[in-house]
């Protein structure tokens, strides 16, 4: 990596793109793009470093039984496939939602790549959330591959070794996370403030359902009822949290960065979980009956983590903000990420043997 410095460089007008002065457009759109192709590239390296974590530990003894016979090392690799299958579903559906956007305009059009262009930057918020998903899951995978190998992984003779290297940098690349967990709610707030979203009237909606009982029942028999209702809360915890931060702090709100990065996490794992829901929900009449369990069990996995990561920054956010209603707020956070996980170690141990028996990732 080195810097190139252009310095009194002049460009013949006919190898100009786009207009003069609006250069930093076509670089932000290119940086969004950027984000979401790390994430895909993260999560593909992910299933790579999986995959060698479970050959490496079904070949490796210790008490004379393979490592992947403990329960230990069975989790481990539950969470590897947690993170991956959120992370991928994630991306798939951000690369829909792109594809559709790009399928509207005209390829003919001679605005074809303005127009691209600003439809993709509705985007730029998912973008951030897929970037710092994927490159956070990545993270975490090859930590794990690193511990399943023990002391090898810290030896080039072994594949861990160079994972946990590569992957450092895809949190610094294409922006910090740090900058990007900035963005997720920035724009959003951003847009509030310029009437572009009506977040205000839905805070206000938002926070009166957070502090009132809710007596609603769910309908159980429809498939994955339990984890829509789950996010349908945790939009309104977030909704009600970005109207207080909002009301407490008004256009000083940018500099806030502790109570942004909350409101960040609130909104990552939202989308992150409310994907994985989306494509099991899919896959209900395209993959193999056999492998649906597989779907049911990753659902749970997710919904389980997700849920407790937005609650940790839930309480965070809301202990940031204060005020007088703090209580009643942390009593609605208690009961917006109430989840019943029951079976959620039946569900790890499905998705570990099933992918120590096949050696690789399972979805």
């Not at 793109?17 to 999560?43: C, H, N, P, T």
């Not at 970037?131 to 399943?148: H, M, N, P, R, W």
């Not at 900058?179 to 977040?199: D, F, H, Q, S, T």
Request: aromatic share 10%; charged share 30%.
């Amino acid at each position: 990596t080195t810097p190139v410095m252009f310095d009194n460089v002049k460009v013949p007008v006919e190898n100009l793109l786009g207009e003069i002065g609006k250069g930093y457009k076509v670089a932000f759109s290119v940086l969004d793009e950027g984000r979401f192709l790390l994430s895909v590239a993260a999560v593909g390296g992910a299933k790579m470093a999986l995959q060698e974590a479970i050959k490496y530990a079904n070949q490796r003894k210790q008490f004379k039984v393979p490592l992947t016979k403990f329960g230990a090392i069975k989790e481990k690799i539950a969470d590897m496939i947690t993170k991956i299958y959120a992370g991928e579903a994630l991306n798939y559906r951000l690369a829909d939602l792109y594809d559709k956007e790009i399928q509207k305009i005209n390829h003919d059009d001679p605005d074809y790549y303005v127009k691209k262009q600003k439809a993709l930057e509705e985007y730029s918020i998912e973008c951030s959330i897929s970037k710092i998903y994927g490159s956070e899951a990545l993270d975490f995978v090859v930590d794990e591959t690193v511990q399943i190998f023990g002391g090898y992984g810290f030896i080039k003779d072994y594949p861990a070794e160079r994972f946990y290297r590569d992957a450092r940098i895809n949190r610094i690349f294409e922006g910090t996370n740090e900058i990007n967990r900035l963005l997720v709610p920035g724009i959003m707030l951003k847009k509030a403030m310029k009437n572009e979203l009506p977040l205000q009237q839905s805070a206000m909606a938002a926070f009166e359902a957070l502090i009132t009982p809710s007596f609603d029942e769910i309908d159980e028999t429809k498939k994955y009822s339990v984890e829509k209702n789950l996010i349908k809360n945790l939009k309104t915890l977030y909704l009600a949290l970005s109207g207080m931060a909002v009301q407490k702090y008004l256009d000083s709100i940018k500099k806030e960065e502790e109570v942004l990065f909350a409101l960040a996490d609130i909104a990552i794992n939202i989308f992150a979980l409310e994907s994985a829901v989306l494509r099991a929900d899919k896959a209900q009449d395209i993959v193999n009956p056999n492998k649906l369990p597989l779907y049911d069990s990753v659902v749970k996995t997710v919904a389980f983590e997700c849920t407790n990561n937005v609650e940790i920054a839930a309480k965070k956010a809301a202990f940031y903000i204060g005020g007088d209603a703090l209580q009643s707020i942390l009593s609605g956070i208690r009961r917006f990420t109430k989840y019943d996980a029951n079976d959620l170690l039946e569900a790890k141990r499905l998705l570990a043997d099933t992918a120590i028996d096949q050696e690789k990732y399972i979805f």
